[in-house]
């Protein structure tokens, strides 16, 4: 007997013995079953070659048989992604950004509908330039082109400076800065010429950034209304801040922080963190508060076991007092916090998922079931709030860490495990290789608020 391309059998091609044989055997089972000896029912049934190739694509192909056979016979073209398109679609690298500037950037409210195009414009731009193999420099090149047409147009340019409200200071930096976007969309539109992903993603980089920014002097508040019960209770931050911590090796340490690229050493060092209060309002509100108050000034930082997180225990008891004057220059037109201040023993877990128009509140999402947070925890330097020590859908109101990320570490897609199940209120925009060298009993001297103390509304504001 014979086998074709796939190891089956063949049908026979001539009389041979085999078929003789098979034939005779027939006959006697026809004889026997008309005097009722069941001869079927004793031999076990052969498969012919057609059966088991047909079986064998039954089990390969399931329940796409159907589809494809109809295609077949129909002569319709099959539905099949592109590799590009699949990887895009499936892989969470390319929906949860990987960086802090680009999740502050997501986090930030357009209100401007030319910005929000340039912006979806530019995003494409960036995630075509991540696909490994086989970029779409053609298509990049389109969309640079028009997100440079669209701010050479006078008629977009005055569309953009309407939404800036702040006045003519403000009106001016916003041109400087689309002066700027125009400068990058060249040097960008020339790597793409010359089919340069790393030069396009550089000037790609400055070219958002300054979206970001012309998009921050648009904002007017959060474009989104809080449940009463939480502005009643807890306070919040209606945008961004900024703040300082600077941090001490601990007494005795032999080490150093390596500052300024490797240019100088110093037993003190600074890190700046961004929060944000347009995806975590309460939970960024609440941290401010805390160092209004003072209440990180002077504490010895904790590490985890794995060295991932630095961790920021309050200090224990009543608020530290600080005088009007000191609040008044250090505190950016935030009030010093008095002793007395109520503070709530916990807060809401708070998470912001992407493609939702506010916050959830008292429950995590599942990565798994493709629920993604605006902010999110797989970032080296986010500031995260700590899990409420009785209930994992609650907030410390107190204690924070800095999450040391690294890939290396993550499950899926190179995601932290704990992805969605966390309170992420910002991240470390500058200072990230101090943190890296930062160990556990390094201290804390004290904590500026740098900018955004007048955004912070007090409980029932």
């Known amino acids: 007997m014979t086998t074709n391309l796939l190891g089956m059998a063949s049908p026979p091609r001539g ?94 409210p357009v209100v401007n509908s030319e910005m929000a195009e340039i912006q979806k414009l530019l995003e494409d731009v960036a995630s075509l330039l991540r696909i490994p193999q086989r970029k779409q420099w053609d298509k990049m090149g389109q969309k640079l082109t028009e997100c440079r047409d669209k701010v050479r147009n006078p008629s977009v340019m005055e569309a953009i400076l309407k939404d800036v409200t702040a006045g003519e ?30 030069y396009s993603t550089k000037y790609l980089s400055v070219a958002l950034s300054n979206v970001n920014t012309v998009e921050l002097a648009q904002v007017r508040g959060l474009p989104y209304s809080l449940p009463r019960d939480l502005v009643a209770k807890y306070p919040v931050l209606t945008g961004r801040a900024q703040v300082r911590l600077t941090i001490r090796k601990k007494a005795g340490s032999p080490k150093l922080y390596v500052l300024d690229e490797e240019t100088r050493q110093d037993s003190v060092g600074t890190v700046t963190i961004d929060l944000d209060g347009f995806s975590a309002p309460v939970t960024s509100g609440q941290l401010l508060t805390n160092i209004k108050s003072r209440k990180y000034d002077g504490i010895e930082i904790l590490q985890d076991l794995n060295g991932t997180a630095l961790i920021m225990n309050a200090k224990k008891g009543a608020f530290a007092q600080a005088s009007e004057a000191e609040g008044a220059a250090e505190m ?53 709030m700590s899990h409420d020590s009785a209930d994992a859908n609650k ?15 993550g499950g899926l897609a190179g995601l932290s495990f704990d992805e969605g199940q966390f309170s992420v209120v910002g991240y470390v925009t500058s200072g990230a290789d101090l943190v890296a060298q930062v160990e556990g009993g390094d201290v804390i001297e004290k904590v500026e608020i740098l900018s955004g103390g007048d955004r912070l509304r007090r409980p029932g504001a």
């Open 332 to 384: 950016d037109g935030g009030e010093p916090a008095s002793s007395g201040e109520f503070v709530p023993k916990t807060l809401p877990l708070e998470i912001f998922q992407t493609g939702e128009f506010e916050p959830f509140y008292n429950q995590q999402l599942d990565v798994l079931e493709m629920e993604y947070p605006i902010l999110p925890m797989s970032v080296f330097g986010a500031v995260v």
């Open 15 to 108: 009389r041979g013995r085999d078929w003789s044989q098979g034939r005779r055997l027939r006959r006697s089972c026809l004889a026997s079953r008309r005097v009722g000896t069941g001869c079927h029912a004793s031999r076990p049934r052969t498969k012919t070659w057609f059966s088991t190739l047909l079986e064998s694509s039954l089990e390969v192909l399931g329940s796409k048989v159907p589809v494809v056979a109809l295609c077949v016979c129909l002569q319709l073209p099959l539905a099949v992604a592109s590799p590009a398109h699949a990887i895009l679609k499936g892989n969470p690298n390319a929906k949860i950004p990987r960086n802090a500037e680009a999740a502050l950037r997501r986090s930030t």
């Open 169 to 198: 200071e403000a009106q001016r930096q916003v041109r400087e800065n689309i002066e700027s976007m125009d400068v990058a969309f060249g040097q960008v539109l020339r790597g793409i010429e010359y089919k340069d992903a790393t």
């Open 395 to 409: 907030s410390s109101t107190e204690n924070f860490f800095i999450y040391k990320f690294d890939e290396s570490m």
